[in-house]
């Protein structure tokens, strides 16, 4: 059992993309059939051989929304040394029905705060709808912070929910 990248031509990349449609979840990361979305890394928990769970993310500068009064500037969130800070972002995350609460999805979430601290980035953050209690009570038990607040889908429509965030930058 471990949690590993798989890739597009990984041999496990067939059995990862199942994986995502058995949990509802490829639509949001897979295009054109069988493609990652551009820029985005896949986690997946092997089992003798088998996806039974995911994460996926990308790495992407800290940025401030522009608004008028920022005279419609977005604003790049900079470090004590003047570079940007990063992030990375989770786009989604999922465990098999039958294999939750066997401490899964708290590797997946460690793995991926282990690859957001080599790949320099500050802080790990994802949303989510109030609806997914197992990943706030999960979110919580890690030690993320809540940043309350909603989320637009592509057609406009408001929905509530929470950033979790996790910072693996800083010295204190
Ligand atoms: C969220 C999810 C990935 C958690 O996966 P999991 O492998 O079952 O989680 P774990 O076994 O690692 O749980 C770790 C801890 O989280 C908390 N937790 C997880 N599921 C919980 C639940 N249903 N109720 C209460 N606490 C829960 C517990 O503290 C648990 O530790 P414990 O089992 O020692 O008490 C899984 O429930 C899932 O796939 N849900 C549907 C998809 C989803 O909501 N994705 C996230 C938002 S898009």
Not at 44 to 69: M, N, S
Not at 88 to 98: D, G, Q, R, S
Request: charged residues 25%; proline residues 3%; hydrophobic residues 35%.
């Amino acid at each position: 059992m471990s949690v590993e990248r798989i890739e597009p031509g990984n041999a496990l990349w067939p059995d990862c993309i199942n994986h995502l449609k058995r949990v509802n979840m490829a639509r949001w990361v897979i295009e054109h059939g069988s493609e990652l979305i551009e820029g985005l890394i896949c986690l997946g928990y092997v089992r003798e051989g088998k996806v039974i769970g995911h994460l996926t993310f990308k790495v992407q500068d800290i940025v401030c929304p522009a608004t008028e009064w920022s005279g419609g500037e977005e604003l790049i969130v900079r470090g004590a040394d003047g570079q940007p800070l990063t992030e990375t972002y989770v786009y989604t995350f999922a465990v098999e029905e039958k294999y939750r609460r066997r401490g899964i999805g708290r590797d997946l979430q460690l793995a991926a705060l282990d690859w957001t601290r080599r790949l320099g980035c500050y802080q790990m953050r994802s949303w989510s709808s109030t609806d997914k209690e197992a990943n706030y009570a999960l979110k919580v038990s890690l030690g993320f912070a809540i940043h309350p607040g909603t989320y637009e889908t592509a057609s406009g429509y408001p929905v509530s929910g929470v950033y979790f965030v996790k910072t693996v930058g800083g010295d204190w």
